[in-house]
Each structure stands twice: as C-alpha cells, then as structure tokens.
T-cell receptor
C-alpha cells in the first residue's frame, strides 16, 4: 500500500459526459501528479500540483482540468468524454518536487 | 508524448534465471528510476539513481545509471514467480523545457515456475 488513495476504482460512462476523479496523497506529500495509461500510449504525464499551485503540465487535453485543494487532495475533471479517453488514470504523490513518486491504485475509466 | 526506449519489450524466462533490461534516451538525464507494475495496480518504485555511473541494489535487483547519462540498466538475479509484471524506467532532466518525469515503454516479464 503506497498510502495514495484514489476513488472511484472503476468508472463507466458515456461519450460527451463529464467525470471527476479524486486523489488523496500520502500524508505529508505536497506534490500530486496525474498520469494517463493506455495500451497504445504507455504512461503519460498529465499535470502536477505542488501545495495547491500548478507546477508542471504535460500532455493534458483542454477538455481535462485538475486542481489541488487546501487539504492537498486533488481532483481531475474530464469533460466532453470521447471513446479514446478510456484508460487507467493514476495519481502519484511525492515530498516536495521529488522524482520518487508513489502511485495510487488507479481509476479505470471506460467511455462507451 | 515523449517516451524513453526500453528493451526488450517482453521476456519469458524460467524461474531462477537472471534478467537484464535497459532504457535509452536521446537526451541526458539527471535522474533515473525503475518502477514495477503488477496487473491492476499502480507502479511501485524499485530503485532511484541520481549520479552517472551509480550502481544501486535493492535485494535481488541492481540498477545502474549509465556513464553517458543517456541510459540505465536493471538486472534481476535468480528470478521468482512474483517478479512477474511490467517494469518501467523513468528519467528526468532538471532545467529542461520538459521538466517532468518521462516514462519508458515498459518491459513485460513473465516467469515460468
């Protein structure tokens, strides 16, 4: 158990819908990272938040957004969902800006 | 998106055999890490490397930060069935345009008892 929690574990929705994925980092970690993992794209970095502020941005679509709240939990919002958005979404956390990231169990999103 | 080249893509070995896999990049990195992902789980950090030439062990696992800073290697000795999973390398260059952790394409390891 990495100490990072993610909810829900599974999510099935339809195209055009909007969903919110939630992540709670390890106790004491200030950074939260979001990754997308699909069969053909591997593990892709989406975005990082550090202590409530956006720190780095990766290949995140404009339809996706994230935020980190004062209690340091984070949410990833995915809107206008398309079939191609079906993937595993991982949250990771780390102390400050460390590369030693600890991953949550992931949310499997299926868009029908 | 940007990815590291990892090889081999997959390996099917007998229990007790040693395993080697590597990761290469077209650019230099300051940090190399190795993760393992079990089916249905998130990646778990195995080894972190911070200096060119560094050799670090974690039990039966040994990883090296290549001298050129463009590659890294992971060796697993005397493999056991629970070594099954996907192994990912990850690297980062501080101060670059893309100051983020880049993940390799993964090596799928299957161990036959």
């Amino acid at each position: 158990d990495s100490g990072v929690t993610q909810t829900p574990k599974h999510l099935i929705t339809a195209t055009g819908q909007r969903v919110t994925l939630r992540c709670s980092p390890r106790s004491g970690d200030l950074s939260v990272y979001w990754y997308q993992q699909s069969l053909d794209q591997g593990l892709q970095f989406l975005i990082q938040y550090y202590n409530g502020e956006e720190r780095a941005k990766g290949n995140i679509l404009e339809r996706f957004s994230a935020q980190q709240f004062p209690d340091l939990h984070s949410e990833l919002n995915l809107s206008s969902l398309e079939l191609g958005d079906s993937a595993l979404y991982f949250c990771a956390s780390s102390v400050a800006d460390s590369d030693e990231q600890f991953f949550g169990p992931g949310t499997r999103l299926t868009v029908l | 998106g940007q990815q590291l080249n990892q090889s081999p893509q997959s390996m099917f070995i007998q229990e007790g055999e040693d395993v080697s896999m590597n990761c290469t990049s077209s650019s230099i990195f300051n940090t190399w890490l190795w993760y393992k992902q079990d089916p249905g789980e998130g990646p778990v950090l195995l080894i972190a490397l911070y200096k060119a030439g560094e050799l670090t062990s974690n039990g039966r696992l040994t990883a090296q930060f290549g001298i050129t800073r463009k590659d890294s290697f992971l060796n697993i000795s005397a493999s056991i069935p629970s070594d099954v999973g996907i192994y990912f390398c990850a690297g980062r260059f501080y101060g670059g345009a893309t100051n983020k952790l880049i993940f390799g394409t993964g090596t799928l390891l299957a161990v036959q008892p």
